[in-house]
């Protein structure tokens, strides 16, 4: 499978509000793909979309070979457990400590037992770069990098072959978004990821991503790498990528 998601014509309505105009991208698999576009252009919608958050009101979406237009309720629930999802804010359930929020997927979706949910938790907290005595601790006395790292376990619970990320680097300070993207970087080689990411983080676009889309005035004004991103005439592109050497 060359491409592991591929978007059709997707036509997005907020009552009579156009958000997406038949809008078409492809994401390789494989590959680290960004959205990109100025606030309010429907780029987390269109993630929520993608991850059957949100109806679309036209077009296609296909992942993973699955048509989201023609998808039963029990393929759905299978496909759900090939993506996981990092959300903006974490959202980490606050009444949990971090072993409990990592284990959720688990402890939910699968029939393992305690022990092997417990040796699963623990690998993914040392591959987001947390230490171990780090699980006891709950989301309100931990930093905001470390809140997006737990949430990038529990989001790789269930071994994902897809992972979505909505403004990963968002609220943290320099040192630590750089850290993160790099992490992006490793988890994706270490265990083989297709990753779609949200970001207004303009040294993370430069430092991670594969492919981009932006999009713009509701369509997709430029898909592809950034070395040709500048030949666009287009003034978001113009005004997020000024300096861009």
Not at 74 to 98: I, K, P, T
Not at 167 to 173: A, I, N, Q
Request: with cysteine.
């Amino acid at each position: 499978m060359k491409n592991i998601i591929e978007v059709r014509d997707v036509k997005t309505l907020f009552d009579d509000r156009v958000i997406h105009n038949k809008i078409s991208l492809s994401v390789p698999k494989g590959s680290i793909y960004g959205l990109l576009g100025p606030s309010g252009c429907g780029k987390t919608t269109l993630l929520r979309e993608m991850v059957m958050l949100q109806k679309f009101n036209g077009g296609e979406i296909e992942i993973l070979g699955h048509n989201l237009n023609n998808i039963s309720y029990e393929e759905a629930m299978l496909l759900r457990r090939e993506w996981g999802v990092l959300f903006q804010s974490g959202a980490l359930f606050s009444s949990l400590n971090l072993r409990e929020n990592i284990a959720l997927p688990l402890v939910e979706y699968t029939d393992l037992s305690q022990a092997m949910i417990k040796e699963i938790v623990e690998f993914k907290i040392s591959i987001v770069g947390l230490k171990s005595e780090d699980a006891n601790l709950y989301p309100s006395q931990i930093s905001g990098g470390m809140k997006k790292k737990a949430a990038l376990a529990r989001a790789l619970a269930m071994d994902p072959k897809l992972l979505f990320l909505d403004e990963p680097t968002s609220g943290l300070d320099p040192i630590s978004a750089r850290e993160f993207d790099a992490l992006i970087l490793k988890l994706r080689s270490l265990l083989n990821l297709t990753i779609v990411m949200v970001s207004h983080d303009l040294q993370s676009v430069y430092d991670t991503l594969d492919k981009v889309a932006v999009l713009d005035n509701k369509s997709v004004v430029y898909e592809g790498d950034l070395k040709n991103i500048l030949n666009v005439e287009n003034e978001f592109i113009r005004t997020f990528f000024k300096g861009m050497k």
